[in-house]
Nanobody, 123 residues
Framework: QVHLAESGGGLVQAGGSLRLSCAAS????????MGWFRQAPGKEREFVGS????????SYVDSVKGRFVISRDNAKNTVYLQMNNLKPEDTAVYYC????????????????WGQGTQVTVSS
């Protein structure tokens, strides 16, 4: 069983930055595609971005391209989401997820989920 734990959320002003971390335990982290998702109040969970198991390729939703960067450290079993130039519309609970067969923007692709961390961006 894989356990994922996000951290690094908080309150930040518009234009600021945050770095989220997602630490994995159990399983074989280096073989999993990893994704970041977010869910704002009253909205469906949406894809933010993903990274391949090797870290060689990333993919992002258009709304965060150029502002967010996903990276991973397989030696530390951790994936990161660096968020820059944050906007109020980025306010949401952010979740990391692991995909045994490789990640994508499709939520059912993911096998394991963290509990989420709140990001609030004030205007």
């Amino acid at each position: 069983q894989v356990h994922l734990a996000e951290s690094g959320g908080g309150l930040v002003q518009a234009g600021g930055s945050l770095r989220l971390s997602c630490a994995a335990s159990g399983g074989t982290f280096s073989s999993y595609g990893m994704g970041w998702f977010r869910q704002a109040p009253g909205k469906e969970r949406e894809f933010v971005g993903s990274i391949t198991s090797s870290g060689g390729r990333t993919s992002y939703v258009d709304s965060v391209k150029g502002r967010f960067v996903i990276s991973r450290d397989n030696a530390k079993n951790t994936v990161y989401l660096q968020m820059n130039n944050l906007k109020p519309e980025d306010t949401a609970v952010y979740y990391c997820a692991a995909a045994v067969r490789g990640g994508s923007a499709w939520i059912p692709r993911y096998d394991y989920w963290g509990q989420g961390t709140q990001v609030t961006v004030s205007s």
